[in-house]
């Protein structure tokens, strides 16, 4: 089995998705 990933990689990983559900909010705005 694989180690968890350390927390900075946890933070970035949270951090990225935190932004694609930003932009895909936006778009369905723009869209709307």
């Known amino acids: 089995m694989?180690?968890?990933p350390p927390v900075e990689m946890d933070a970035a990983t949270?951090?990225?998705f935190d932004?694609?559900?930003q932009n895909v909010k936006e778009l369905?705005?723009?869209n709307d």
């Open 19 to 21: 932004m694609l559900v």
């Open 2 to 4: 694989a180690p968890p």
């Open 14 to 16: 949270k951090l990225m």
């Open 28 to 30: 369905k705005t723009a």
